[in-house]
């Protein structure tokens, strides 16, 4: 007998993978604005082993963001450099080829780093918490049954148009012995592998007699739930794309091994036994990615019983040999089929998305879907946001799929070249025509690829949010579409060098980086003046969108980087409220010498001249959206115009702002 409990919220979240994780954190921070948010998971318990581990530079710079990136670097192995082991054309004997660094230097401040899954969703879930004071967090054993969309009503801002039946599941059904499965003692991912079928997985779930149904109406949801994802079934959504027949076992263990590079990033082609690629992860442990010597037909399921640590070991021992390869402890294991396919489309009706594993998959070895899975709700949940608090038009909505679409199409393409030549058999020479793998050409795809795999490559097209009316010229380092990367600057107000992206954390606000050269010149601050009048009239893209009950800085954040001499100006010489808030001492920055970490030279990384200056616009999600000269407050205008929705208490009036005036030394007697 179903109970009839209905609620109400905005957005509704199916699946607490990473992808659902990122996308309860992101919402986390507009709860103090009254947006509600739940999130369902069918399983009692999150992964406690196995699964992804890579986190790629970007998301790491999304976790300074964030906030608490230095809790992932103090437990995660960052990753320094790649090896590759080939069979000596001569000898046949394994020979080390290459040693390449693991990401071109200098790509990022972060150095790319092994954590696992477990500890990655842990990690953004007590973020979401903190910033909610444990409201946000995933509801567990509720299993989604029926979902409706009323498209009828999609247009009205104010409707719930989905209507989400979900029922809770006792703790054993959420967690089958199934997920506890074992083979002699080690704990198996089997049960979450692309080996299983969505109906061999679903059959894991069994609702007989759990009563309790509870409807949800909601006015957004965000499907996370995985490969198989049970949203996309609903929406009748297809998966286009091929499967391999090549089968891959994955084991986490502690090796005793005389193979030299164990604790080293290492790609190994064996000459007849297949190739193995190692990665080191934290606490000792090893994992390896092991072809094993078993295919499978397309459209069909393996039979997994083949699959044991003991068949990956095995395997593992062949492709090193002679090198000898033992182990006291296995940790976790699985295995999987390639699989590079992606959804025809990444929602409905601007009002379900999908995102992750659930709209595309491809194969672990590239360590990209974990990334690429909370790259997609990052880019989503600050959209969802601003529409839900009413600072948005909900067509913003719609360069979630134009942008992401692209992401995931390119992700796939390098997946299958890539999973191609790790796959194939060494050839020689003469043999690359036909099947053989050309392993120079593989260690070249891995060297060149640096810059996608550390997800830097992302470059999203024209759009509202990424503007064709930019002056690219003013700022060619910061390409609009790519990602705002950190310059070190110093704070005028307390001369302590920073880098830009720390100082300017996630908040959900718009960044309009001001740079208006040598303000110590009479004719560059009178220009800065200039704009600060117009940020400081009611007309201003700050004081129009800004409602009067928020900060000022909230929704659209005035950041201004100079290039005087530090001690050549004042903190008080600079224009009030816009560009100095008396009240935020973070936004005046100075590209200059510092006393401890020398000179950042900002305007030179992002090659602004210090002459003419530049506004650089930047998303929330930190990803460059308008660059424009410092007197095209239309530019402003019109950009900001397109997208946002003016506040409908009429805005934040700057003299709403308490300003200071400098001192009156006219009362000082002499
Ligand atoms: P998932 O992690 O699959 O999470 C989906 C969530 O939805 C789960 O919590 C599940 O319980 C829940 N769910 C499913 N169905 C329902 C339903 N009907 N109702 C309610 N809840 C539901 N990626 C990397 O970036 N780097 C790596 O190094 C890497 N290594 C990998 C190694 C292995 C062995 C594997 C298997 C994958 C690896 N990946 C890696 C890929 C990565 O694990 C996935 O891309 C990532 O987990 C996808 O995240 P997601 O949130 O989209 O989906």
Known sequence: AADSKVSYVDVAIIGAGPAGCMALDVLSRYADQGLTVRCFDKRSAKLDNGQADGLNSRTLEIFENLGFIEKVQKEGSPMSEINFWNPDPATGRLTRTAKIPDTIPGLSRFQQTILHQTRVETHLLDDAKLHTKGRFSPERSMLPETLDLD???????????????????????????????????????????????????????????????????????????GAHSWTRRQLGIRMIGDQTNRVWGVLDMVPLTNFPDIRMRCAVHSANSGSVMVIPQPEGLVRLYIQLPIQVKQGE?????????????????????????????????????????????????????????????????????????????????WKLASVLTGSAKPDLLRTYATEREVVAKTLIDFDTKFSKLFSGKPAAEADVEKDGVDLKEFKDVFATSHYFSAGMSISYGESSVASAQSKQQLAPKLVVGQRFFSAQVVSQASATADQLTTRTPFTGAWRVFVFPGDVSRTAEMERLRKLSAYLDSPESVVSKYTPSSRKRWDIIDVVTIHCAERTAVELYDFPQPSIFHPHKYDSVFVDGPSHYHGDGKAYEAYGISKEEGAIVVVRPDQYVALIAGLGDTDVLDAFFGEFMLPAPDGGYPASKVRTVAPPDWSQVAH
């Not at 989400?164 to 704990?187: C, D, I, M, W, Y």
């Not at 033992?326 to 089929?337: M, N």
């Not at 929602?347 to 690429?372: E, V, Y």
């Open 151 to 225: 498209e009828a009503s999609a247009n009205d801002p104010d409707a719930y148009p989905i209507t989400l039946t979900v029922r809770h599941l006792s703790e054993e059904q959420s967690n089958p012995s199934a997920f506890k499965g074992e083979t002699n003692g080690t704990r198996s991912g089997l049960f979450r592998s692309s080996l299983l079928s969505a109906a061999e997985e679903e059959k894991l779930y069994d609702t007989e007699g759990s009563a309790v149904v509870e409807t949800v109406k909601a006015k957004y949801l965000v499907g996370c739930d």
């Open 301 to 381: 399921y393996l039979d997994r019983s083949q699959i044991t640590p003991e068949s990956i070991m095995s395997t593992a021992r062949k492709i090193l040999h002679p090198y000898t390869l033992e182990t006291d402890h296995i940790e976790w294991y699985t295995g999987y089929h390639i699989g590079q396919r992606m959804t025809e489309s990444f929602g409905r009706a601007n009002r379900i998305f999908l995102a992750g594993d659930a709209c595309h998959t491809h194969s672990p070895k590239a360590g990209q879907g974990m990334n690429t899975s909370m790259q997609d709700t990052w880019n989503l949940c």
